[in-house]
């Protein structure tokens, strides 16, 4: 199970890791990806943080627990490849309910091995 220091807890760093971080989509899962504006360059020992969405649309209440305690599971094998002080929030998609721990797992482990690149700017939608 992850650690306190290893989850976000408040909202406002959800909505600056969903508004201002990085998106990756997969069949599953949405995944933003943020390194943490807070922590100064070059800190040591600085935990990355994960934070988990998993909306009504995933199913009734024991589907969503399930698919977010696969998620936390999944997130606290790659914690160790994650870069210290970057921030995650993994949002759960309706597909997720049907997905095993390792399919989540596996995409998880792309997001995580990835290079985390910089927005460059807002899209106008």
């Keep these: 199970m992850l650690a306190h220091v290893n989850r976000i807890t408040r909202g406002s760093d959800y909505q600056g890791v ?3 971080g990085v998106r990756r989509v997969g069949a599953h899962t949405v995944i933003y990806v943020r390194k943490n504006p807070d922590v100064p360059v070059g800190a040591e020992g600085v935990p990355a943080r994960f934070g988990f969405i998993v909306a009504k649309n995933v199913g ?3 589907s969503r627990n399930r698919v977010r ?3 936390k599971a999944a997130s606290y094998d ?3 490849q994650v870069v210290p002080g970057t921030d995650i929030v993994v949002r759960a ?3 997720a309910h ?3 721990w390792m399919t989540l797992k596996g995409e998880l482990g ?3 091995n990835q290079p ?3 927005r460059r700017g807002t899209s106008k939608r």
């Design 18 to 20: 969903v508004r201002r």
């Design 60 to 62: 009734n209440a024991v």
């Design 69 to 71: 305690r696969r998620l």
């Design 78 to 80: 790659l914690l160790s």
């Design 93 to 95: 998609l309706p597909a």
């Design 98 to 100: 049907d997905a095993t």
């Design 110 to 112: 792309t997001v995580v």
């Design 116 to 118: 985390l690149t910089v």
